[in-house]
């Protein structure tokens, strides 16, 4: 079965420090991979997704970069942190089954810019 | 950008009542999926829709998916304390290829009294 990997759950980091949020993914192959961003009691935005081992596709212009070294990891990075930074960072990966792709989502990291 | 808007943004019943959440979107969809978070979790999958059907049942959950007024319904039936939870509406607007990029709603907040 196919589980994703986040880590680590909860952070608290000054502002103007690094950030390197890890996803790793198992059981399955060649998934798409996302990273949203949720504000408190808000919807996903969507920040990045790969389609592939180096393909990052950036949906909005930010402080934030993405990185897929490995086929099922996925790094979100800053290299300087902003207070509006502070959010509910969530992973997921998709794959083409049945006629459609469904989203499976990791458990989350709760970042907190101080 | 959003595209779904769910309706209402909060809700609050008595166990064992309906509980009817509504999405609009904006562009053509090849399918309509709802997932439900708990409280700082990642989301879950609950059901899909696809664009040429009208219905559809999964347990105590009815979806409805109108294509002409591009909206949507999910229906909770006799709903249980830990059916408490936020639900979001996605869609693949057609023309995603092969990204599987979902683009989701702000949520409707379910509270269930007990």
């Known amino acids: 079965s196919q589980t994703i990997h986040q880590w680590p759950a909860t952070l608290v980091q000054p502002v103007g420090s690094p950030l390197s949020l890890e996803c790793t993914v198992e059981g399955t192959s060649n998934p798409n991979l996302y990273w949203y961003r949720q504000a408190a009691g808000r919807g996903l935005q969507l920040l990045f997704y790969s389609v592939g081992i180096g393909q990052i596709s950036s949906e909005v212009p930010q402080n934030l970069s993405a990185s897929r070294p490995q086929d099922r990891q996925f790094i979100l990075s800053s290299k300087k942190l902003l207070l509006s930074d502070s959010g509910f960072y969530l992973c997921?990966?998709?794959?083409?089954?049945?006629?459609?792709?469904?989203?499976?989502f990791g458990p989350g990291t709760r970042l907190t810019v101080t | 950008s959003q595209q779904g808007e769910e309706d209402p943004q909060a809700l609050s019943i008595q166990e064992g009542e309906n509980a009817t959440m509504n999405c609009s979107y904006k562009?053509?969809?090849?399918?309509l999926q709802w997932y439900r978070q708990n409280s700082g979790r990642g989301l879950v999958h609950l059901i899909l829709?696809?664009?040429?059907?009208r219905e559809k049942h999964s347990g105590r959950l009815r979806v409805t998916l109108d294509t002409s007024k591009k909206s949507s319904s999910l229906l909770i039936t006799a709903s249980r304390a830990a059916d408490t939870a936020s639900y979001f509406c996605a869609t693949d607007a057609r023309g995603s290829s092969n990204t599987g990029k979902l683009i989701f709603g702000q949520g409707t907040t379910l509270q269930v009294k007990p």
């Open positions: 829709i696809r664009s040429n059907e």
């Open positions: 997921a990966w998709s794959v083409f089954s049945g006629g459609f792709y469904e989203q499976y």
């Open positions: 562009t053509s969809i090849n399918n």
